[in-house]
């Protein structure tokens, strides 16, 4: 949380805003809205315990102005950890920075 406070109160320091959030995905690849007008960086961290339902998740800003693309991958097994999309919901925590 001390990392959350910390880049809300250096955006907001510099003009910028900070929004944050959780979700389920509704699947491996989504992008949400942030309540910004541009997201300028952002970020993701699983919500829960990593295992093989869920090991990694990247945020990136989206397309759409405003919006953080959320990607979700799991292993390929418990002896492959190659890296596949998600193909059960799960928890993300996510925040952005921008205007």
């Given at each position: 949380?001390?990392?959350?406070?910390?880049?809300?109160?250096?955006?907001?320091?510099?003009?910028?805003?900070?929004?944050?959030?959780?979700?389920?995905?509704?699947?491996?690849?989504?992008?949400?809205?942030?309540?910004?007008?541009?997201?300028?960086?952002?970020?993701?961290?699983?919500?829960?315990?990593?295992?093989?339902?869920?090991?990694?998740?990247?945020?990136?800003?989206?397309?759409?102005?405003?919006?953080?693309?959320?990607?979700?991958?799991?292993p390929?097994?418990?002896?492959?950890?190659?890296?596949?999309?998600?193909?059960?919901?799960?928890?993300?925590?996510?925040?952005?920075?921008?205007?």
């Open positions: 949380m001390a990392l959350f406070q910390s880049l809300g109160v250096s955006a907001a320091q510099n003009g910028k805003r900070f929004a944050s959030g959780t979700l389920v995905p509704s699947g491996a690849d989504v992008s949400i809205a942030s309540g910004l007008a541009t997201v300028e960086h952002c970020g993701v961290s699983i919500a829960n315990v990593p295992g093989l339902g869920h090991f990694i998740s990247i945020a990136t800003p989206g397309t759409a102005a405003g919006t953080v693309r959320i990607r979700s991958y799991k390929t097994g418990a002896g492959d950890v190659t890296p596949i999309a998600i193909t059960s919901a799960v928890a993300v925590s996510w925040w952005a920075v921008g205007t």
